[in-house]
């Protein structure tokens, strides 16, 4: 009886330093997440063009390659998809072709990699954003 007691408490006390383990870990992905770029772009000031942007957290390493044609998105291609969030989340693309907006509510299931994936692309489009505003000079 005496060996189980302290074997119990020694795996308590693992299960619960694991445990904030993973929450710090959260959190600071969260962070890193947050403090990633995001730009308001309105379609209607983006040349047509191919633009590229990579963003890399320590989750996630993200390259696109956006097409704009007409204002609008044409196609995103995923050039590097790598980490441990990010697979569920390109399904954003889907909706940011559809909603011709790069700033797209998030996939439920990957938060953290939809927000990488939003970032990304706000700043891809941003080129051909400042495209237009150097053209206008």
Known sequence: MKVKIPFLLVSIVAVLMLCSIFVQKGRSQIKEA???PYYTISMDQVQDGTYTSSSKTSFMHLTLEIT??????????IIENEGSKGLNAAKII???ILNNKPIVPVV????????????????????????TLNSEQ
């Open 68 to 77: 704009v044609l007409n204002h609008k998105i044409e196609k995103i291609n």
């Open 34 to 36: 947050r403090e990633l």
């Open 94 to 96: 889907d909706d940011m």
């Open 108 to 131: 439920k299931s990957d938060e953290l990699g939809s927000l990488v994936f939003i970032s990304t692309a706000t700043n891809a489009l941003r080129q051909g954003y400042l495209e």
